[in-house]
């Protein structure tokens, strides 16, 4: 039996969305999959990773799906930065900020990046959110 990718009532409820309504495209009748893809698109998208050296780069580009930022207080770092042998990421991605422990950036929400976009190079660390901007 195939799954029911449709989003379910109870999802729509936390997001306080009553029954039969709508909040910008999600409706009850919504593709999980399309739910899953316009929420990718509102973050923030790293336009530039510099940082040679890591299995998701490729020619100034991050290939990972997304990235999570680290670090500690007054050092954003990108803790998805790997350094292997191999090639990781997909070929045809935008890299996103997933998520980010930087709570003192100015840009941070809830621990969510809430920048225009982000830029990755090498700082403090090999691997920095240089938009970090301390609040
Ligand atoms: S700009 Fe700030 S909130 Fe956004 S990823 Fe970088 S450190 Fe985190």
Avoid: W
């Avoid at 840009?107 to 301390?134: K, M, Q, W, Y």
């Amino acid at each position: 039996m195939a799954p029911d990718l449709r989003v379910s009532q109870s999802f729509l409820a936390r997001q306080g969305v009553a029954n039969g309504s709508s909040v910008g495209r999600v409706t009850p009748h919504t593709p999980l999959s399309e739910v899953i893809v316009s929420t990718l698109m509102e973050m923030p998208a790293v336009t530039e990773c510099s940082v040679s050296g890591c299995s998701y780069n490729d020619h100034s580009s991050c290939h990972a799906a997304a990235v999570t930022i680290g670090g500690s207080a007054g050092d954003a770092s990108c803790a998805t930065f790997i350094p292997l042998g191999t090639r990781g990421g997909l070929d045809k991605v935008v890299t996103h900020v997933g998520a980010c422990q930087r709570a003192e950036c100015s840009h941070n929400s809830s621990l969510e990046c809430t920048a225009d976009s982000v830029r990755i190079g090498a700082g403090h660390d090999h691997a920095d959110c240089l938009t970090f901007s301390p609040a």
